[in-house]
């Protein structure tokens, strides 16, 4: 144990020493020599995030905090019984530390600086935006696109008896259609070995590394030759990025599962396209027994409505392009807002087939017909406040209302079809929606995820400024903190998902999902009506975050 007259400890808390100048004094004067354990390091530490760590060269004191003591006034480190002081010295430094506060559930977060008295029209996608939906929707999803497998495309009987399992998969994640596997890949294309799946069985480190002979993929690998941030039909991997696609991962890997488990011969690109034409061509479908039963499969949320009456009420105009055909919009809205829903918005365009309204130019906007439910063949030379609009392009949009560049904000809950183009292509400020943040703001507020994350923080630093002491003592020491390591980095995961962990990070690395949510989304949070609370002349500021060369915390 580390008593109060040890030398080593006495050094570190009387004097004020960081860890790294600490440690760094230690290996020093330290001579033994022993076998290299940067190679052990780096092997246990297969799954480890690029960067991750911040070193001890990195390690800052404010100019009024105490010098660092003399290296040599600091003893050598020789005996396991010293490597276990200074465990516990640092053990009993984290726990004087307080923990973050807790981060508000209904925050609006800033990926860049917005300006919302510049936004003078406000855009909205339905699904998931201003439609959210309870979680008896995945299931309806589920259970048509498993019945249209069975029946349409015979697959086996046995198939209707696989239930789905809500907690499985989240979203962003990559299917490999050539290997059949389901993979969580970081912002650095790594594979986050432990979160790699064929059907519902969990694929080892080895046998993962052997079918990718790296765990860094190459960029066209993962989203083709072209490097398109949308999927390229010639890539050998499928991002599944919406909310819709979470039934969708967990139908097909069911199906795969039960194919390995009966030996039945499969070919997983066939299984993929299979699963995915089922689950789209449901939507119909499913879009009929919502509107027959509305309130069994959307939130209510009164908020919508002051919300939308105070962006009115500010004099910005308001348009809506989804995907969603009409009638299903209709009732939705007419449940969530009023019958006179459409008074709000000065254009709705339905069935807009987004992405391909942001980036095709050919395409004429349609004007709908409500009495016939059809589409008119009449040019389109204005659009008018209350009539329906179909299809057509957003350079018609921007050309026939005249609002274009950052006088526009567009919310949706996609990071690639509703936000992508209209950042890259047209210069729109831009707003995510992702509801699922609700639940990872709440378990990152939880104290005992706080002390096992900043505990891991702290520890990750202890090894890495001792792994190039060269002493027995020192192996026999790291060999135990990197056992506790890797315990801490999978309950830090498995908090959020047992598969995959969180839709945000890796162990450390954001995910390739939240890279691209950052980069397409200037601001995001996990319901629209969260804006309520800001005058429409706000500026969301982001955080100044910390880049690996500047100040070090043991703190996230």
Sequence with gaps: MCTAGSPIVNALLRQNVLLGGVVGAIRRSTSVVRPNYKALWRSRSFSSDAGAAVSGASASVSASAPAAADPAQILPLKTVSDYQELYEATKKKFQSKKLPVDVHPD???????????????????????????????????????????????????????????????????????????????????????????????????????????????????????????????????????????????????????????????????????????????????????????????????????????????????????????????????????????????????????????????????????????????????????????????VRQLQELKGWRGHSVLYFGDHPYSDLADVTLKHSWRTGAIISELAHEIETLNRVDFKMSANWLQMLTQLIEETQDDESEAAEISLAHWMEERDQLRNKTKNVFNEQFGSVFRTYHNPTYFSRRLFRFADIYTSDITNLLKFSTSHTFYPRRGVMPHEYASHFI
């Design 107 to 393: 925050a609006v977060f800033a990926c860049n600086e917005l300006d919302l008295s510049e936004v003078q029209v406000y855009g909205f996608d339905y699904d998931y935006t201003l439609a959210c939906y309870k979680p008896i929707l995945e299931d309806l999803l589920y259970n048509l696109a498993r019945e249209m497998l069975v029946k349409r495309f015979r697959y086996p009987q046995a198939i209707l008896d696989l239930e789905y399992e809500p907690h499985f998969a989240v979203r962003g994640l990559h299917y490999d259609v050539e290997k059949g596997l389901l993979v969580k890949l970081d912002s650095f294309l790594q594979l986050q070995l432990g979160s790699v799946y064929r059907g519902r069985t969990k694929v080892g480190a080895d046998e993962v590394l052997k079918l990718y002979h790296n765990r860094l993929l190459p960029i066209a690998y993962v989203e083709g030759p072209n490097n398109s941030y949308r999927h390229n039909t010639n890539s050998k991997m499928v991002q599944l990025a919406d909310l819709f696609s979470v039934p969708e991962m967990c139908l097909l890997c069911n199906v795969i599962e039960y194919f390995e488990r009966n030996r039945i011969d499969y070919n997983p690109e066939i299984v993929f396209h299979d699963t995915r034409t089922a689950m789209g061509s449901c939507h119909p479908i499913m879009h009929g027994k919502v509107m027959q039963n509305t309130e069994k499969y959307i939130e209510r949320n009164p908020k919508l409505v002051k919300y939308i009456e105070k962006l009115q009420q500010a004099g910005k105009n308001l348009f809506l392009v989804t995907n969603s055909p009409y009638s299903f919009v209709n009732c939705g809205m007419s449940w969530l807002v009023g019958p006179h829903w459409r008074e709000y918005f000065d254009v709705v365009i339905v069935q807009a087939r987004k992405p391909k309204f942001f980036t095709d130019e050919s395409r004429p906007i349609r004007l709908f017909d409500e009495r016939t439910q059809s589409h008119l063949w009449d040019r389109v030379f204005k659009l008018e406040k209350g009539k329906i609009y179909y299809e057509g392009s």
